[in-house]
């Protein structure tokens, strides 16, 4: 039994020298293997036997031989040292990217398209974490954030919560969906007053519908509303159906392929924003930080929406 002032002082260090030196029979080759010089790692040997009371090794010919207490003590130390060299390089993971579950909510209509790659490719990326993906309202995504449910929130802002702290990711303008057969596809740009008593569907997001109904509101231009779709995906299908046009944000076109479908710009246009955040009151943990990080990065640059739809007449 060692004396418990070996035990407290005895370091990771120490131990990593005299298993070196052990399977190597060198005090050169177990310091190399370190990365140390001879000199520091004899010194760590010295320390350690001094810190036990015993000797650990005899030089044999030219070799370091390890006395019956160190062949002892090396089957113990060998199972706590891989022990501890877990620990550590655990330690390392969790300091490079961390560990757990990353938890995010987005709205609807960014469930496709480029958020879910950015998903996959950081999980390739990062093999050792979970990701729980939730998607609510626009409303539920805020209240989920501040109410710590989850770390990040993926929606159109901006947003007037002081707590939040906001990371704008991308903007870009709204389109005028409609079906590729319907006589307003063969324009370049579809003005709003083109949608006068044009059969309309609604789509989900109550600030962006406030947009649009003050859009047709401010020219005067009445519309038919005979559909109210509670899905984007039902919105497009409609549209696809020709059960009418739509004015949508161009993220939710991100993952659509389908030859019925128009996409046109508006005019007047208007942009839409979309923003990731967090409650500024709850520290980020190091695995969502890095996911922050990683959209960021991966979003520069990028403005790809729709153009797998039919592209504009020239």
């Known amino acids: 039994m060692l004396p418990n002032s070996a035990m407290s002082t ?36 010295q320390r350690l036997e001094s810190d036990l009371g015993f000797a650990l090794f005899v030089r044999v010919a030219g070799r370091m031989t390890p006395t019956e207490d160190a062949k002892a003590l090396y089957v113990e130390a060998q199972r706590s040292f891989i022990g501890m060299r877990q620990i550590e390089q655990a330690a390392q993971r969790i300091r490079d990217i961390g560990t757990g579950t990353l938890r995010i909510c987005v709205m609807p209509t960014l469930q496709q398209g480029v958020l879910p790659g950015l998903v996959a490719e950081f999980c390739r990326l990062h093999p050792g974490i979970s990701v729980l993906l939730d998607v609510q309202s626009h409303h539920d995504v805020v209240h989920s954030v ?20 906001i990371s704008l990711l991308s903007e870009r303008a709204a389109v005028c969906l409609v079906p590729a057969s319907h006589p307003l596809a063969a324009k370049r740009r579809i003005r709003i007053e083109d949608l006068r008593d044009v059969e309309y569907i609604n789509v989900p997001g109550a600030r962006f519908r406030d947009q649009i ?8 231009v009445r519309r038919r509303m005979r559909i ?14 020709g059960a009418g046009v739509s004015i949508v944000d161009p993220f939710s076109l991100e993952s659509i392929d389908d030859s019925r479908l128009a996409a046109r710009p508006l005019l007047p246009s208007f942009n839409v924003q979309v923003g990731a955040f967090h409650n500024t009151l709850q520290p980020l943990s190091i695995v969502a930080r890095k996911f922050l990080e990683h959209c960021e990065r991966s979003v520069q640059g990028t403005n790809s929406v729709a153009t797998k739809l039919k592209a504009s007449p020239r």
């Not at 399977?23 to 190399?32: C, I, K, L, Q, Y």
């Open 146 to 165: 501040l109410r710590g449910v989850v770390e990040i929130g993926f929606a159109t802002v901006p947003l007037d919560e002081p707590k939040l702290a």
């Open 10 to 45: 005895i370091n990771l260090r120490q131990i990593e020298a005299f298993i070196g030196v052990i399977e190597s029979g060198s005090v050169t080759r177990a310091a190399e293997a370190m990365h140390i010089t001879q000199s520091a790692a004899s010194r760590l040997l």
């Open 213 to 220: 109904d003050r859009l047709f509101a401010e020219h005067d």
């Open 228 to 241: 109210d779709a509670r899905t984007i995906l039902a919105a497009t299908a409609l549209v696809a159906s």
